[in-house]
């Protein structure tokens, strides 16, 4: 009797109840890349400070029995935070929203100059439960809303073509994809951050370079060679290509692996080195008989061409980057780490002390292989 | 085929099925906050306190073959003092059934279902709980042991998927910490150990008593390790300031996970399923235990009579607290301090109180 | 009751007993040369060997030139009856009874009743015979590499199948009657000095408490004597291969052969044995292995797929990756139903297939598989009922739930499939988790005469290696023991 009772309730309650997080999965919008835009004309508000873009694909366009052309479809509004825009976005969609997929964020340049509100949109994604945190960030150069709609009408991975080109910098150096998660805790160790540029030239978006963020705020952009330069010194080298004029001709060198060694320490002042180690093989030389590269002595030749244009570059990064006095490269990380005693110390003065720490870089550069002829 | 004995792999299975459970979720994250990088030291600090406490229980049990824990302590303490001790246990038991399934309410409906409402996780729950929690031991131990490699699996899973994009210089600085701070590290590392209190029902059960010494604390090294890998991958993949900000950074881990390359995205789902497995298997242990006691103090056969009407009281005291940051204070807290009389100071004075009558009786 | 002296009154109250039994003969026949004794023999037209009748019972004894009052003091035997049995009978097997019920039960079982006038006790001849189907291929469990040879309805040829496989004087064999009006036959096989003697026990026990009125199947027996009736699980396994059974004899088991039907019975059955086929034992071991781990992944495949489709397009689209998301939301434009609704209902119509092609017989029933699948399955996506992804998922769990070994293990957990649909249409992923728990609890509790049914999943067995022999299959050269749970007496095989 009592196993029926039990039988019995169990069924009741399965029954009775609703299925509350039931919704069909074509009923749902899966928003893709979301932008935010600082909304100029109402400065200071707080209800209205923000104009949120969403873009998410027409599911009707995707598949083999697609029926529609447009690929995606871009919805913006005013809006006091990206979640808020999702419900004042409900009364022009058919679907709810689901952010489970969200890939891209881009920020607007003007968005950048303020610190309060970048702390709020972080920890409002920080927090949330409904986004992923590999988000990938990039800024815009310009506003978000104009990239995105840019990018509207063009062919589309599922994934989206901005979040493909981004996500994995393994074949080019030439910007610095940044999730969520990393974005944060750059904040939390060092302050400052490194994130894609994404700028509109012709019609269509490329990312080059980056963008500093310190403290929160837009500090300066970086451009191409130097972002590739500050992947060296962070250990992240990647297939690169690099030009180098040797005795008048064009060398062309890809890279393929490439080691970082840093280190800080404190001797009359803070003192760091930089070590790097590339490996790679020669790309393009000439066709001229009396130039081959298969002899070691050339070799070496271009291997220390090679080597001063890096280490050149390097440098003058490097200044700048003491300029600017943001520590992308990970010293003040690297000593937090590995010198604690030392760095407890001189934390709350990095500010002044980074701009004048001497630096000692050496490159090391391999040539491997020479490709398939001499 | 015997009645009444089980192995001592189902010993162990169930020791290690039942402590691993809530406490997996948070445990980096709340030594993160008070030991910072060294909140590994607590880990094994913690497991390492546990291992005389499973040697006096292996010697109180060799002192009085083939009797449970029940009869001993009556014997030893007498009726009426045994019989307090009894009831703090039962109480203590239904609060952390309840402090364990309003956790892991709240973990469901963050991260799987929003919106349906946590009573009815919870009952739906309690009630799957119940089909088993009213069989013998050795059932428990079965299912214990077809849980165990599971539990272990989800353990590799986690650190496989993690290994990719772990970032093994989160770890440093070590050797950093507040060494003041250690005890409260070890408290909290304690309290994630709840649940071997299952080893006081199942010990004399055991069909080869010489070996079960060792094979428990096989498990409970098992265990140790398991949340030291929950730790080092939580504290890889965060860094040391976004570790203290995750309320449940174990799965936050999975979450990050992104290989697109591999086609593995949002595993966060997985492991969410897995771990209602081991949650499931940590809450009719301890769910046994209350109605076995129960059942002692009312001198019933069998426990059975008092599983189904533990389910409201565990229901009302698990919705007790408003939100999650009460539960944690008020429940976490009660739990931590009636953990230590429960599982330290007991079996001391069991123990004692055992030596003291042998004594008397030889003499 | 007893037979009286005279023949004529035995005939007369068999002929009430067997009133309106028109296929009962009664050949009356006169004995011997000089003095006729009259004697009569019974039996059912159709249940006994004719020809075995007629020239090894009538022919010898209407040659016999036994006399009742013969005297001679050189014969050995004075009594009528064990004079002509050991003298004139030619039949095989002759017994003597004086019971007339059981006489009744003899004959209704088809041996033949020997009642010869002025003798206290009556003759049962040997004569079973009846029409069978031969040795044919067991048609539920066919192998590429293996013996053909499948049980047939009668008892006795398929114990005979069974013997020639354990030449062993260990190997034995108890008979039993079970049902009160079916009195069906039934043999319990087990080698002596391999099985476990509380299993054994405990067959027996269960078997003679049985208080029913027919066995139809054995089915009908597997059903009174398993653990829990209530379980959707099989806890006795049944084979029509006698290969299957002698197999399991050696591993400790207990079988059990019923008369009417082909199908045997092997006690115990645990997970372990309810995933291997006896052709797991006729291929190589590398292939095999891969082959049982494919059966458990059907397991779970037959029983979670529907459900799993249901929870993570209904609740939970951000589980999977992007790409497939977007796919799948795509496939599911204008579909009119939710995809609980479109789950249940192919689900149903799978069923509705099934059973129709099973009992349509011969060349229609596999065009209607054909037909069905093409026309339920294609048109329903041409028409834009039912996503095609729906109709993979669920023509993948049908299949699945087909490569298991065990037909009634299959059938079981296509039961839980639809509870767990109904479970993931209303908790999603956790209603599925809920389900899943709640079978591993069950399967803990469950025990199969003594011995636990997850065996040896849960533990029994472990350490001694009987994964070696269900999870995967290890080479037989390291099959040394027996497998542990049935604690055989014999531990070793090689």
């Known amino acids: 009797m009592r196993r029926k009772l039990l039988i019995m309730s169990i069924i009741s309650l399965i029954l009775m109840s609703g299925c509350w997080d039931k919704e069909e999965i074509e009923q749902r919008l899966f928003v893709t890349d979301i932008g935010i835009d600082l909304n100029e004309e109402a400065k200071g508000s707080d209800v209205d400070r923000l104009i949120v873009t969403y873009q998410y694909p027409n599911i009707n366009a995707i598949g083999k029995n697609a029926t529609e052309e447009q690929r995606t479809y871009l919805i913006s509004t005013i809006s006091s935070s990206i979640f808020q825009a999702g419900r004042e976005f409900r009364n022009r969609v058919p679907f709810p929203f689901y952010y489970k997929h969200v890939k891209v964020l881009i920020v607007g340049e003007s968005l950048l100059k303020e610190e309060e509100l970048v702390r709020q949109i972080l920890d409002e994604l920080n927090r949330d439960t409904k986004t992923n945190k590999k988000i990938m960030i990039l800024v815009a150069e310009g506003k978000a809303r104009d990239i995105l709609q840019a990018n509207y009408s063009e062919d589309q991975h599922t994934d989206g073509v901005i979040y493909s080109s981004v996500r994995d910098n393994r074949s080019s150096a030439r910007f610095t994809p940044k999730t969520l998660t990393d974005f944060i805790s750059d904040f939390d160790i060092s302050n400052t951050t490194i994130v894609p540029r994404i700028i509109l030239e012709n019609g269509k978006f490329k990312i080059s370079g980056g963008c500093i963020i310190k403290n929160y705020k837009f500090l300066e952009w970086v451009d191409e060679k130097e972002n590739r330069v500050i992947n060296f010194m962070n250990g992240e080298v990647n297939l690169e290509t690099i030009d180098v004029v040797h005795n008048d001709d064009l060398i062309i060198y890809t890279i393929i692996r490439g080691d970082t060694k840093k280190d800080a320490y404190i001797e009359n002042g803070v003192k760091a080195s930089i070590n790097v180690e590339i490996e790679g093989y020669l790309q393009g030389y000439t066709m001229n008989d009396k130039k081959t590269a298969y002899d070691n002595k050339v070799l070496l030749e271009m291997e220390n061409t090679i080597e001063k244009e890096i280490k050149a570059e390097m440098e003058k990064t490097i200044d700048k980057l003491q300029e600017i006095n943001a520590d992308i490269i990970g010293i003040g990380e690297h000593m937090s780490k590995f010198h604690p005693r030392d760095w407890e110390k001189i934390q709350d003065s990095w500010d002044n002390i980074f701009p004048e720490i001497e630096f000692d870089v050496t490159v090391n550069v391999h040539i491997r292989r020479t490709g398939l002829t001499k | ?363 | 009751m007893n037979i009286s002296k005279k023949l004529k009154e035995n005939i007369e109250t068999l002929k009430s007993i067997l009133k309106d039994c028109d296929d009962i003969i009664y050949r009356k026949i006169e004995i011997g040369d000089k003095d006729k004794t009259k004697a009569c023999l019974i039996f059912v037209d159709g249940l006994v060997d004719k020809s075995l009748i007629s020239e090894y019972a009538i022919q010898v004894l209407l040659q016999c030139t036994e006399s009742k009052d013969n005297m001679n003091i050189n014969m050995i035997k004075t009594n009528f009856l064990d004079r002509i049995s050991a003298e004139s009978i030619a039949v095989h097997d002759v017994k003597e009874e004086e019971d007339l019920d059981k006489i009744v039960d003899e004959i209704l079982v088809g041996e033949t009743a020997l009642l010869v006038d002025n003798c206290k006790k009556g003759l049962i001849l040997s004569s079973r015979g009846w029409p069978t189907r031969g040795i044919a291929e067991p048609e539920t469990e066919t192998v590429v590499r293996g013996p053909r040879d499948g049980f047939g309805e009668t008892m006795r040829f398929n114990t005979a199948l069974v013997r020639r496989r354990i030449r062993d004087p260990k190997m034995k064999l108890k008979a039993t009657k079970v049902g009160r009006r079916s009195k069906t036959d039934i043999a319990i096989v087990y080698i002596e000095d391999i099985v476990n003697e509380k299993i054994l026990q405990e067959v027996m026990k269960r078997i003679d408490e049985i208080d029913i009125d027919s066995i139809g199947e054995s089915s009908t027996l597997e059903a009174l004597i398993e653990d829990d009736y209530l379980s959707p699980f099989p806890q006795i396994e049944s084979t029509e291969r006698p290969d299957a059974v002698a197999a399991s004899l050696y591993e400790g088991r207990v079988g059990i052969i019923v008369d009417n039907t082909p199908f045997a019975l092997i006690v115990p059955a645990t997970l372990g044995t309810l995933f291997q086929s006896t052709e797991d034992y006729y291929s190589r071991w590398p292939i095999t292995s891969v082959i049982r781990i494919i059966r458990i992944i059907c397991a779970f495949l037959s029983v979670l797929a529907p459900a799993l489709y249901i929870a993570i397009s209904s609740f939970h689209p951000g589980l999977i990756p992007t790409v497939l998301t977007f796919y799948l939301a795509a496939s599911r434009v204008n579909v009119p139903f939710p995809v609980v609704i479109e789950a249940f209902l192919m689900e149903i119509t799978i069923e509705i297939l099934r059973e129709s092609g099973t009992r349509i017989a011969g060349p229609i029933g596999s065009t209607i598989g054909i037909v069905g699948g093409l026309i339920v399955g294609q048109a329903a996506v041409e028409a834009g009922i039912v996503s095609p992804l729906m109709i993979i998922i669920v023509a993948i769990t049908t299949m699945a739930s087909f490569a298991l070994p065990n037909y009634q293990w299959a059938s079981g957990l296509r039961i839980c499939r639809f509870a767990f649909m109904v479970l993931a249409a209303v908790l999603g992923l956790y209603g599925i988790m809920l389900g899943v728990v709640i079978l591993f609890a069950h399967f803990a509790k469950l025990k199969s005469f003594g011995v636990p049914f997850a065996s040896p999943y849960s533990g029994l067995g472990i350490k001694e290696g009987d994964l070696k022999d269900t999870l995967i299959k290890a080479p037989l050269q390291r099959l040394r023991f027996r497998p542990k749970f049935t604690f055989p007496r014999d531990k070793k095989r090689m």
């Open chain 2, 1 to 363: 085929m015997q009645r009444n004995t089980i192995s001592n792999q189902h010993i162990k299975a169930l020791l290690v099925t039942t402590i691993i459970g809530v406490g997996m979720l948070s445990l980096p994250s709340e030594l993160a906050m008070i030991l910072e990088n060294d909140g590994w030291i607590a880990i094994i600090l913690a497991g390492l306190m546990l291992i005389p406490f499973l040697i006096i229980i292996d010697k109180l049990f060799s002192m009085f073959p083939n009797k449970s824990i029940f009869e001993i302590g009556r014997e030893v303490m007498g009726p009426t003092i045994f019989g307090i001790i009894l009831i703090i246990q039962a109480i203590y038991t239904i609060i952390v059934l309840a402090y364990t399934v309003r956790i892991f309410g709240e973990v469901i409906k963050v991260y799987i279902l929003e919106t349906t409402p946590i009573e009815v996780i919870i009952i739906t729950m309690l009630l799957a709980t119940a089909y088993l929690s009213r069989s013998k031991i050795e059932v428990l131990g079965r299912m214990a042991v077809m849980i165990y490699p599971i539990i272990i699996g989800l353990v590799v899973f986690l650190l496989a998927v993690t290994l990719p994009d772990m970032d093994y210089t989160n770890i440093f600085p070590i050797f950093n910490a507040d060494y003041k701070q250690l005890p409260r590290g070890i408290m909290t590392a304690v309290f994630s150990y709840t649940g071997y209190e299952i080893i006081f029902l199942c010990y004399n059960y055991s069909d080869d008593n010489k070996n079960t010494l060792k094979y428990v604390l096989r498990g409970l090294i098992v265990v140790t390790c398991v949340y030291l890998i929950v730790f080092f991958t939580s504290l890889s993949s965060f860094g040391i300031y976004q570790l203290k900000r995750e309320i449940w950074p174990s799965v936050a881990v999975v979450k990050e996970v992104n290989l697109p390359g591999y086609f593995l995205e949002n595993l966060d789902g997985i492991m969410l399923a897995i771990w209602v497995i081991a949650i499931y298997a940590s809450l009719t242990s301890i769910f046994y235990i209350g109605g076995a006691v129960l059942s002692n103090i009312s001198k019933t056969k069998t426990h059975e009579l008092f599983i189904l009407p533990l389910i409201p009281i565990i229901y009302t005291v698990a919705l007790l607290p408003d939100n999650l940051v009460q539960t944690n204070e008020i429940m976490a807290r009660i739990i931590s301090y009636a953990a230590i009389i429960a599982r330290v100071i007991l079996p001391i004075i069991i123990f004692i109180s055992a030596i003291i009558r042998k004594r008397r009786s030889r003499a």
